[in-house]
């Protein structure tokens, strides 16, 4: 079978598409978003309330004010190991409440 001159691999056109449509935001968001719990493991995760990026900041809204005190601690480490994750640098810094 022959390949058409104008063919592209589909991956390519892909990133073509989220680039044309601005999408890249959107799925670092949630690329961060799905690795909090994986990241900070379930203990973290159950006392999560709320997870959101804006403008390089990632707010976390917490059910108890020990883990909140406990992680505002590692908060350099947070942004570290969420970054690693993710691949790049997606966030600068956290804000937990």
Same mark, same amino acid.
Do not use: C
């Given at each position: 079978?022959?390949?058409?001159?104008?063919?592209?691999?589909?991956? #390519?056109?892909? &990133?073509?598409? =989220?680039?044309?449509?601005? *999408?890249?935001?959107? @799925?670092?968001? !949630?690329? $961060?978003?799905?690795?909090?719990?994986?990241?900070?493991?379930?203990?973290?995760?159950? #006392?999560?309330? &709320?997870?959101? =990026?804006?403008?390089?900041? *990632?707010?976390?809204? @917490?059910?108890? !004010?020990? $883990?909140?005190?406990?992680?505002?601690?590692?908060?350099?480490?947070?942004?570290?190991?969420?970054?690693? &994750?993710?691949?790049?640098?997606?966030?600068?810094?956290?804000?937990?409440?």
């Amino acid at each position: 079978m022959m390949r058409n001159s104008n063919s592209k691999p589909i991956h #390519e056109i892909i &990133k073509e598409l =989220i680039k044309q449509q601005h *999408l890249q935001p959107g @799925l670092d968001t !949630a690329k $961060v978003i799905l690795a909090w719990p994986e990241v900070m493991g379930l203990n973290v995760a159950k #006392e999560t309330l &709320k997870v959101s =990026i804006h403008n390089r900041i *990632l707010y976390v809204s @917490l059910r108890s !004010a020990i $883990v909140r005190s406990e992680l505002m601690m590692l908060r350099t480490d947070i942004v570290a190991a969420l970054n690693r &994750k993710v691949g790049y640098s997606i966030i600068d810094n956290v804000v937990l409440r």
